[in-house]
């Protein structure tokens, strides 16, 4: 299709390599939540800390990794070895008798994930030219979340055919993760043609992170505050349980919110290449705090399911247009750089996010966690026009 002859072969290949790792790790995490409540019987805060933990602390990695691309000019290394680390770690969940087990587990698959994300963020902005960013970050996104539901769908088969063995689901999801590695490892090839500019200082430098721009910055501290009221998907299942879903059927409710992010990803992607991108954003924001609200205010499983549909919806018209704004604003020398800052601001809000979210839920109530997220939103909503986002030529 006419449509898809602009996106370069690396992108593709790092689409199903993401298909794959996303089938493994969401087959996993669509029952985590439930495993961990009713199987090791712990609390809604421990789960809360034990995602926060996993997601904040790999966060710090993405900025390392990021870095060490661009210095060095070697992302397909760091890529492997973050979908290495995190196919490596998996057999532990099915092993897990603790919340111990399982917190050492979503750690090493998410420093894993701190590894791989900037040096393949780049790696899309390194084998595409700009008038295809959004189309580019799109596509990779749309077969992501085509992994992202086919996994909780592996996992809702299994579960009814096996009893509710999540152990079972937990050692099967160990063979789409080995195939994304491979697929990597054989599939990707660094881009020849990009000229890393020398520099004069290293990419943590003081002047080399001012030299990314006030813009980037106030870019990166609005999704830091979006994120603060973006918590833990844990908490999304769980409100799912409360208001009824079955628990063989809660697996489905990522399915649900993955097939509108993936039929949404690259129309939108797409769509932003040939208007404001920041307009999109924006209006990604305001549907996400309106979602919120309706999951504060949600009671029959007919609201839960039409949320996550419209999550998914939410997910399409913000994560890759993300990725596009900061893709073509920062120089090709310190794309690795810039996108692991942004990701450290979003996981870095995550450990807070999933605390607040746990502590409210237990205190006050469900509704508590999703109308804070709401707030949290809109405020970053409200700032988000506010910065004057040019489009630098580097």
Do not use: C
């Not at 106030?218 to 979006?226: D, H, I, K, T």
């Not at 009671?299 to 939410?314: D, E, N, R, S």
């Amino acid at each position: 299709m006419k449509i898809f002859n602009n996106i370069p072969r690396n992108v593709w290949v790092l689409g199903f390599v993401s298909l794959f790792t996303d089938i493994s790790s969401k087959m996993i995490e669509s029952v985590l939540p439930l495993f961990l409540v009713s199987i090791l019987g712990v609390n809604l805060l421990t789960v809360g800390l034990i995602e926060g933990i996993a997601e904040s602390t790999a966060s710090v990695l993405k900025v390392f990794s990021g870095a060490l691309s661009d210095y060095f000019g070697q992302r397909k290394k760091l890529a492997v070895a973050g979908y290495g680390l995190s196919t490596l770690v998996k057999p532990l969940f099915a092993l897990a008798t603790s919340s111990g087990w399982v917190l050492m587990a979503r750690f090493g698959d998410r420093v894993g994930k701190g590894i791989r994300v900037a040096p393949r963020d780049a790696l899309v902005a390194d084998a595409t030219d700009k008038a295809h960013l959004g189309a580019a970050y799109g596509l990779r996104q749309s077969l992501d979340t085509i992994g992202a539901f086919t996994g909780p769908l592996a996992a809702f088969v299994l579960m009814s055919i096996g009893g509710q063995n999540f152990r079972l689901v937990f050692w099967l999801a160990l063979i789409p993760g080995i195939l994304a590695v491979a697929l990597l490892a054989l599939g990707v090839k660094e881009p020849k043609n990009i000229v890393v500019p020398r520099m004069q200082n290293h990419p943590l430098h003081w002047n080399t992170l001012r030299s990314l721009g006030k813009n980037y910055w106030g870019l990166v501290a609005v999704a830091f505050l979006f994120n603060l009221g973006n918590s833990s998907d844990a908490f999304l299942l769980l409100k799912a349980r409360e208001t009824g879903v079955s628990a063989s059927l809660v697996p489905l409710t990522i399915f649900v919110m993955n097939l509108t992010y993936s039929l949404s990803a690259y129309p939108v992607g797409l769509l932003s290449d040939r208007i404001r991108r920041l307009g999109l954003l924006v209006g990604g924001f305001s549907l996400y705090a309106l979602i919120y609200l309706g999951f504060a205010f949600s009671y029959t499983p007919w609201q839960v399911w039409g949320l996550f549909a419209l999550y998914g919806l939410y997910q399409g018209m913000s994560k890759g247009i993300l990725l596009a704004l900061v893709a073509d604003r920062v120089p090709s020398n310190l794309r690795g750089t810039a996108f692991g800052f942004i990701n450290l601001a979003i996981g870095a809000a995550l450990l807070p996010a999933s605390l607040l979210a746990g502590i409210l839920w237990e205190s006050i109530g469900s509704e508590a966690t999703f109308i804070a997220g709401s707030i949290f939103a809109i405020l970053a909503t409200a700032l988000l026009p506010h910065i004057t986002l040019r489009q630098e030529e580097y």
